[in-house]
């Protein structure tokens, strides 16, 4: 089945620092990649939609300017989180949408623990 | 707005016993239901996807309803074991590819 993964798995940065993570399709092409972010305990949240060769589209309450999504090619979709502070502190998946692979289900990233002191 | 609730928050059983784990949504209109399996600090790993003209998926020892008129799908698996420990995700889809997710149910199965 198609397979997406993250890097990195895991990163401790210091407050005001910035964050780039990767996100790959291994074994497909995506034109469009969405990116989630999960609180302990809480739920995943749709935080944008990076889309190859234009522009993310970000969720209502997402900052555009603090979260940058590039999806520089079909097999890789970046985000960075800018200016780094402890309350970004989270777990940031990405997901390859429905229909990719021939298949209807959703593929996800294993996911990148952010910990920001 | 699409909203996903899944109860109980958390569940503790002995090992063999029969889980029952419950998703209810607000909107209807919903275009599909996946189940997801969540280990502590990992992805996501699908478990059942129901398309809406679907009232039933199994696969194994898992077996999940889905009543889209009500909101409501179930998930149930049988004859519970250690490994099955994981917090169980439900996730409704709209027309729109986008998946709106519940906080999950934590299984602790006892050996």
């Known amino acids: 089945g198609a397979v997406v993964s993250q890097h990195p798995s895991w990163v401790i940065c210091k407050s005001g620092t910035s964050v780039k993570i990767e996100c790959r399709s291994l074994d497909f092409q995506a034109t469009t990649m969405f990116w989630y972010r999960q609180f302990p305990k809480q739920s995943l949240m749709l935080m944008a939609t990076?889309?190859?060769?234009?522009?993310?589209?970000?969720e209502q309450g997402v900052e555009k300017d603090k979260f940058l999504i590039n999806h520089a090619s079909l097999t890789l979709s970046t985000l960075t989180v800018t200016s780094a502070h402890p309350e970004d502190s989270s777990f940031y998946i990405c997901s390859a949408p429905p229909g990719t692979g021939g298949r209807d289900t959703q593929y996800f990233g294993p996911g990148t623990r952010l910990t920001v002191l | 707005k699409q909203e996903v609730t899944q109860i109980p928050a958390a569940l503790s059983v002995p090992e063999g016993e029969n889980l029952v784990l419950n998703c209810s949504f607000t909107?209807?209109?919903?275009?599909?239901l996946q189940w997801f399996r969540q280990d502590p600090g990992k992805g996501l790993t699908s478990l059942l996807l129901i398309q809406s003209s679907q009232r039933e998926q199994t696969s194994g020892r898992l077996n999940a309803s889905l009543d889209k008129s009500s909101g409501r799908s179930t998930l149930y698996i049988a004859a519970s074991q250690p490994g099955d420990s994981a917090t169980y995700l439900c996730?409704?889809?709209?027309?729109?590819?986008?998946?709106?997710f519940g906080a999950g149910t934590t299984v602790t199965v006892r050996a």
């Open positions: 909107d209807s209109a919903i275009y599909n």
């Open positions: 996730a409704v889809r709209l027309w729109d590819y986008k998946l709106s």
């Open positions: 990076s889309n190859e060769g234009s522009k993310a589209t970000y």
